[in-house]
C-alpha cells in the first residue's frame, strides 16, 4: 500500500526546486489510461506471437540477487522470468521501504543487485548512496512504459540530484476495504473517516503510520484539521508536527475501533480472513486478490481520493550482477510481464498494453476499486524530505504506546 531530485536544503525550508515539484502533481486521468493503454495494445499485438525476451550473450545466464517486497517475489514472477532469460534469481524480502533502506546500508550497498523501493524514498536512500545510475541505453523495451508514469516517476523521487536512480515498476493504492457480508458502501458516500464512525468500535485495522494520512485528509476535508491534503506536512518539520498532533489526538481519542495493524501483504489476509476485522484502511494489492478468489470482500477508493504510490526497480550501487539486473528491468517492461505480475500482486502495472491482457474478475474488479472520478481524484504521495521519516515515526510510536496501556 505500497506509491524530481528533492534534495532539503535543511529541514525547515523547501528550495525552490522542491516547490515546483509539490505543484507538479498533475493527476492522471481516466482518459489518459484508457487512451496509452489502448496504444500499447496496437503496438505490441504483433509483438505478444514472438519471444518476450531476446536474450543476449552475457545476460542469458547467471544469478540475479532481487531485493524485493514479499508480494513482488510471487512464484509464477519468478520462474517466469528463469524460464525466458536462464538466470537464476535469489529473492531476499522485506517489509517496509525503512527495512530494505536499512539492510542495505547495513550491507554497505552490496549483496543485492536489484532493490524495488517506492519512488518516493529515493531522497532519503540517496543520503546514503544505495543506488547508481541508471543506464536507459542498456533498456530497449523502457519506451513501453506508460508515458504519464514515467514523467512522473522522475518527478516523484526517482532522478536524485540529476542522477536517475528509480524506474517505475508498478503502481497501487491504500484506501478502504471491507467485508461484503456486513456492509455495503457507495462511492462518494465512502471515507476515510467511516472506520472512525462508532459502530465499528474493535471492528478496524490500519497501518499505524499511513493512518495519520488517511485520518489527515478526511479532518482537512471536513474542516476541522487544515493541512492543503495534507501536502503541507512535506513542506516543512513545523508543519508537520502541527498537522500530526491534531491528528495523533483523533486517533487516540477513536483507538478502540482498532483491532489489529497491518504491516505486511500477510497482514491484510491475517486480519480479514482470521482476525475478524471488518474495515480498514488497506492495500489495494491483497484485498483485490481475495475479492477475485471469491472471498466477501471489496476495496474502493474514498472521497478523499485513494492513497497513490509507484514502486521502482533501481540497481544497487555495488551489485555484482549488472547484465543480469539490466536484463530484469528490460524483461519487466513487456505486456506479457506486466500482466503476469498485476494477475499475481493484484497491483497495477506501468507497461502499455499490459491491462488488455488481464481477464474480466481483475478488470472488474479494478473498475470497481476505481468508479467515477476515482483516478482523477488520487492523492499521490509526494518524495519524502530528510526530517519526514523520523517524524513520522515519532508520532507512530506515540500512536502505538497508546495500545500498550
Same mark, same amino acid.
Given at each position: 500500500?505500497?506509491?524530481g531530485?528533492?534534495?532539503?536544503?535543511?529541514?525547515?525550508?523547501?528550495?525552490?526546486?522542491?516547490?515546483?515539484?509539490?505543484?507538479?502533481?498533475a493527476?492522471?486521468?481516466?482518459?489518459?489510461?484508457?487512451?496509452?493503454?489502448?496504444?500499447?495494445?496496437?503496438?505490441?499485438?504483433?509483438?505478444?506471437?514472438?519471444?518476450?525476451?531476446?536474450?543476449?550473450?552475457?545476460?542469458?545466464?547467471?544469478?540475479?540477487?532481487?531485493?524485493?517486497?514479499?508480494?513482488?517475489?510471487?512464484?509464477?514472477?519468478?520462474?517466469?522470468?528463469? =524460464?525466458?532469460?536462464?538466470?537464476?534469481?535469489?529473492v531476499?524480502?522485506?517489509?517496509?521501504?525503512?527495512?530494505?533502506?536499512?539492510?542495505?546500508?547495513?550491507?554497505?550497498?552490496?549483496?543485492?543487485?536489484?532493490?524495488?523501493? =517506492?519512488?518516493?524514498?529515493?531522497?532519503?536512500?540517496?543520503?546514503?548512496?544505495l543506488?547508481?545510475?541508471?543506464?536507459?541505453?542498456?533498456?530497449?523495451?523502457?519506451?513501453?512504459v506508460?508515458?504519464?508514469?514515467?514523467?512522473?516517476?522522475?518527478i516523484l523521487?526517482g532522478?536524485?540530484?540529476?542522477?536517475?536512480?528509480?524506474?517505475?515498476?508498478?503502481?497501487?493504492?491504500?484506501?478502504?476495504?471491507?467485508?461484503?457480508?456486513?456492509?455495503?458502501?457507495?462511492?462518494?458516500?465512502? =471515507?476515510?473517516?467511516?472506520?472512525?464512525?462508532?459502530?465499528?468500535? *474493535?471492528?478496524?485495522?490500519?497501518?499505524? *503510520?499511513?493512518?495519520?494520512?488517511?485520518?489527515?485528509?478526511?479532518?482537512?476535508?471536513?474542516?476541522?484539521?487544515?493541512?492543503?491534503?495534507?501536502?503541507?506536512?512535506?513542506?516543512?518539520?513545523?508543519?508537520?508536527?502541527?498537522?500530526?498532533?491534531?491528528?495523533?489526538?483523533?486517533?487516540l481519542?477513536?483507538?478502540?475501533?482498532?483491532?489489529?495493524?497491518?504491516?505486511?501483504?500477510?497482514?491484510?489476509?491475517?486480519?480479514?480472513?482470521?482476525?475478524?476485522?471488518?474495515?480498514?484502511?488497506a492495500?489495494?494489492?491483497p484485498?483485490?486478490?481475495?475479492?477475485?478468489?471469491?472471498?466477501?470482500?471489496?476495496?474502493?477508493?474514498?472521497k478523499?481520493?485513494?492513497?497513490?504510490?509507484?514502486?521502482?526497480m533501481?540497481?544497487?550501487?555495488?551489485?555484482?550482477?549488472?547484465?543480469?539486473?539490466?536484463?530484469?528491468?528490460?524483461?519487466?517492461?513487456?505486456?506479457?510481464?506486466?500482466?503476469?505480475?498485476?494477475?499475481a500482486?493484484?497491483?497495477?502495472?506501468?507497461?502499455?498494453?499490459?491491462?488488455?491482457?488481464?481477464?474480466d474478475?481483475?478488470?472488474?474488479?479494478?473498475?470497481?476499486?476505481?468508479?467515477?472520478?476515482?483516478?482523477?481524484?488520487?492523492?499521490?504521495?509526494?518524495?519524502?524530505?530528510?526530517?519526514?521519516?523520523?517524524?513520522?515515526?515519532?508520532?507512530?510510536?506515540?500512536y502505538?504506546?497508546?495500545?500498550?496501556?
Amino acid at each position: 500500500m505500497r506509491k524530481g531530485g528533492l534534495h532539503m536544503k535543511n529541514k525547515d525550508n523547501m528550495d525552490c526546486h522542491e516547490q515546483r515539484s509539490q505543484d507538479s502533481f498533475a493527476l492522471i486521468d481516466r482518459r489518459s489510461f484508457i487512451k496509452q493503454t489502448a496504444a500499447g495494445a496496437a503496438v505490441f499485438a504483433t509483438a505478444s506471437m514472438g519471444p518476450w525476451f531476446i536474450r543476449n550473450a552475457l545476460s542469458s545466464s547467471g544469478t540475479l540477487n532481487l531485493f524485493t517486497w514479499q508480494d513482488y517475489s510471487k512464484p509464477e514472477v519468478i520462474s517466469a522470468f528463469e =524460464s525466458a532469460t536462464g538466470i537464476q534469481v535469489n529473492v531476499t524480502n522485506y517489509g517496509s521501504n525503512q527495512e530494505c533502506m536499512k539492510r542495505l546500508i547495513a550491507a554497505k550497498a552490496t549483496g543485492f543487485d536489484i532493490a524495488q523501493p =517506492s519512488l518516493t524514498e529515493f531522497n532519503l536512500h540517496m543520503e546514503y548512496d544505495l543506488y547508481q545510475k541508471v543506464d536507459k541505453s542498456r533498456i530497449p523495451n523502457l519506451g513501453n512504459v506508460i508515458e504519464t508514469f514515467y514523467k512522473k516517476s522522475k518527478i516523484l523521487g526517482g532522478v536524485i540530484r540529476g542522477k536517475h536512480v528509480g524506474l517505475p515498476y508498478d503502481w497501487g493504492t491504500e484506501a478502504v476495504a471491507w467485508n461484503t457480508d456486513k456492509y455495503s458502501f457507495k462511492y462518494g458516500e465512502l =471515507s476515510f473517516g467511516t472506520m472512525w464512525e462508532r459502530e465499528y468500535k *474493535h471492528k478496524a485495522t490500519c497501518r499505524p *503510520h499511513s493512518v495519520f494520512l488517511g485520518a489527515g485528509l478526511y479532518l482537512d476535508s471536513i474542516g476541522k484539521v487544515p493541512s492543503n491534503r495534507m501536502y503541507d506536512t512535506y513542506h516543512t518539520q513545523t508543519k508537520m508536527r502541527k498537522v500530526y498532533d491534531q491528528i495523533l489526538k483523533f486517533l487516540l481519542k477513536h483507538k478502540k475501533n482498532v483491532k489489529m495493524f497491518l504491516n505486511n501483504f500477510q497482514d491484510h489476509l491475517t486480519a480479514f480472513e482470521e482476525r475478524g476485522c471488518l474495515i480498514g484502511q488497506a492495500w489495494d494489492g491483497p484485498m483485490l486478490n481475495l475479492k477475485k478468489e471469491g472471498k466477501p470482500f471489496s476495496y474502493m477508493a474514498p472521497k478523499e481520493g485513494a492513497l497513490c504510490w509507484v514502486d521502482s526497480m533501481a540497481i544497487v550501487k555495488n551489485a555484482k550482477n549488472i547484465e543480469q539486473a539490466y536484463a530484469f528491468i528490460n524483461w519487466a517492461y513487456t505486456p506479457e510481464v506486466g500482466a503476469i505480475m498485476a494477475k499475481a500482486t493484484g497491483y497495477n502495472s506501468v507497461v502499455k498494453g499490459a491491462a488488455d491482457l488481464l481477464d474480466d474478475a481483475i478488470k472488474k474488479g479494478f473498475a470497481e476499486a476505481y468508479p467515477g472520478d476515482a483516478l482523477d481524484n488520487l492523492w499521490w504521495y509526494p518524495s519524502e524530505p530528510t526530517y519526514f521519516v523520523s517524524t513520522r515515526n515519532e508520532y507512530k510510536e506515540k500512536y502505538l504506546a497508546a495500545f500498550a496501556d
